[in-house]
């Protein structure tokens, strides 16, 4: 028979464990519900633009909130076009040093260059946006002959940089992820240590990669204070492949620049966050989509 004392602690433990069950539930519900309460804050504030702007002038091709022109497509198409040529330039950059740490490095390096890559996340954007001004900007102007350096191809390298570190790390554990067995098949039926890596390894890692990717773009298209430093903050619509050395504007730059000058209720100030709604579903969307990569790597490995 179990003792009196005995008996005591076994109440005891579960009540512990239902509480901290419970305060975990509490933790992850409270999550999601806060981002429903931002979701509903911005619907709150931005969808009056919506009635009192029609939809033709709300995504036309001018911005002059002066002039009460409120066109988002010039935002809307600088922000998409920053951020796929960052991906454009960091994804063979992190997919290489993705493939050198994990299978190139020897194990003392790869335990030095794995910190020092997700310390580079931690990099202040507005230390990124000086170094953008100073050394990239006068670069991209005297090297491409641009006639201002502040461009969206100047822009795109720094959000590229800033992309690297999430794109390195998610690739490398895709690629760590990779079984043994894959890489000595390869090797055994003849292939070199390259080829076992180009096409073994990283195809059999594409998924986690094309997640890497999809949560990059998250960080890139999200970018507010190097982006407005680095790319002139020019609402014009990039209508060719000249635009990449010219000025645009951004949709975070945009409500970074002027949320802080516009009147509360206005109609200026419903665009504005009518713009961020608009990142919002950009965003969220982006994210499920690199959810959606990660879900189907799972159930594929567990029906392996």
Known sequence: MASPRARERIPLSRVSEFTIETLIRVLGFSTIGLVLLIFLFLLREGMPVFFEVPLRGLFSSRWYPTFAIFGALPLILGSILVTLLAIVIALPLGVATAVFVREVAPRWAREILKPI??????IPSVVLGFF?????????????GAPTGLTAFSGAIILAYMALPTLISVAEDAL???PKSYRDAGLAMGATRWQTI???VVPAARSGILTAVMLGMGRAIGE???VMMVTGNAAVMPSSLASLFRPVRTMTATIAAEMGEVARGSTHYHALFGIGIILFVLTFFINLAAAKAIFQKKRKGGLR
């Open 224 to 226: 507010t204070m190097a």
């Open 198 to 200: 180009w096409r073994v």
């Open 132 to 144: 953008g001004m100073t050394f990239v900007a006068p670069l991209v102007r005297d090297v491409l």
């Open 117 to 122: 890559i997700e310390v580079l996340a931690g």
């Open 176 to 178: 760590d992820s990779v």
